[in-house]
């Protein structure tokens, strides 16, 4: 049974930063996965924030580019999404997925970005 476990979120203020990690168990063969972050804003549908191919292709949201940034550690099966200068509208609830036949989702885990 493939399960992901996010976490890292919390509670920082404005420029602040946090470390996302998502940990894939159930899964053989991780590096066969394009793997990726979403965020749920309050009201908003859930949208991508940042992507990492197969082949390590990156894929950010034009919002957080040069803020965030995600990496994968095929081993461990582990994809991290590292956010700097943190600002109120990254406020969320950001959730990992793996792709390859099937997509499997991290139950999410909460950014609050406030002053």
């Known amino acids: 049974q493939v399960q992901l476990v996010d976490t890292g979120g919390g509670e920082v203020r404005p420029g602040g930063s946090l470390r996302l990690s998502c940990e894939a168990s159930g899964i053989s063969s991780f590096n066969l996965y394009t793997t990726g972050w979403y965020r749920r804003a309050p009201g908003k549908q859930r949208e991508l924030v940042a992507r990492?191919?197969?082949?390590?292709?990156?894929d950010y949201d034009d919002n957080v580019g040069g803020r965030f940034t995600i990496a994968r550690d095929n081993p461990n099966n582990i994809v991290t999404l590292e956010m700097n200068d943190l600002t109120p509208e990254d406020t969320g609830v950001y959730s990992c997925?793996?792709?390859?036949?099937?997509?499997?989702w991290g139950q999410g885990t909460q950014v609050a970005v406030s002053s």
């Open positions: 997925d793996v792709v390859r036949f099937s997509e499997y």
């Open positions: 990492i191919t197969v082949e390590g292709d990156l």
